[in-house]
């Protein structure tokens, strides 16, 4: 069984550009979370993508955006980055958005804006 | 809102010695609670969960919790701690029963000395 992975490992941008990141659910997985973690802080919620739609949105702004395709996998696109973006961006898949699924996280993309 | 916080932010011990990693969370109502580990350089891992029932829940690794409602806690221990321990570990809490988004504290650097 395939766990969850995304790609790239690690990015590098600067103030106002536009970054993609990708996710590849675990296999049987509908659902993908995507989660912000800052250096020396919890991850934070930013959406959820249950069968392509979004399904729950935290305190992001609308320059954080996404998209789930037909096969699960997920991209978290933020435009116009800011410094405060620079953070690991987690990926969660997870069964069926019903009662309790484990979220199971990928190993995340560190970004790095300056 | 939910808000969790862990109430150590580091926690030094020596090897073979208990561990005991503080949790509380800001609900009144029915939550489900989780304690996540991260090792450098990876994603998060579930050590354990609770849901309802025993309010002691055993997880991976030797570790357990257990869940006081009239003191919105869910303390995390391990009687035994090895030098693999070391990591960084989350508290987390989400709503029933979707448990759609995980909010997490802000983390505990276990480090664990010779």
């Known amino acids: 069984e395939t766990g969850v992975t995304q790609s790239p490992t690690h990015l590098i941008k600067t103030r106002g550009q536009q970054v993609t990141l990708r996710c590849s659910s675990q296999?049987?997985?509908?659902?993908v979370s995507w989660y912000q973690q800052a250096l020396g802080q919890g991850p934070q919620f930013i959406f959820q993508y249950y069968r392509e739609e979004e399904n729950g949105r935290g305190n992001f702004p609308p320059r954080f955006s996404g998209l789930q395709f037909p096969n699960y996998s997920s991209e978290l696109n933020v435009n116009a980055l800011e410094l405060d973006d620079s953070a690991l961006y987690l990926c969660?898949?997870?069964?069926?958005?019903?009662?309790?699924?484990?979220?199971?996280f990928g190993p995340g993309t560190r970004l790095t804006v300056l | 809102a939910q808000s969790v916080t862990q109430l150590d932010s580091q926690v030094p011990v020596f090897e073979e010695a208990p561990v005991e990693l503080r949790c509380n969370y800001s609900?009144?109502?029915?939550?489900?609670l989780f304690w996540y580990v991260q090792y450098p350089n990876q994603g998060l891992q579930l050590l354990l969960k609770y849901l309802s029932g025993s309010t002691l829940v055993k997880g991976i690794n030797g570790f357990e919790a257990e869940f006081n409602k009239s003191q919105t806690s869910f303390h995390l221990r391990k009687p035994s701690v090895h030098i693999s321990d070391t990591a960084e570990y989350f508290c987390a809490v989400s709503d029933p029963p979707l448990a759609q988004k995980l909010v997490f504290g802000q983390g505990t650097r276990l480090t664990i000395n010779p």
């Open positions: 969660a898949s997870s069964g069926l958005a019903g009662p309790y699924n484990e979220q199971f």
């Open positions: 296999s049987g997985h509908n659902t």
């Open positions: 609900s009144s109502v029915s939550v489900y």
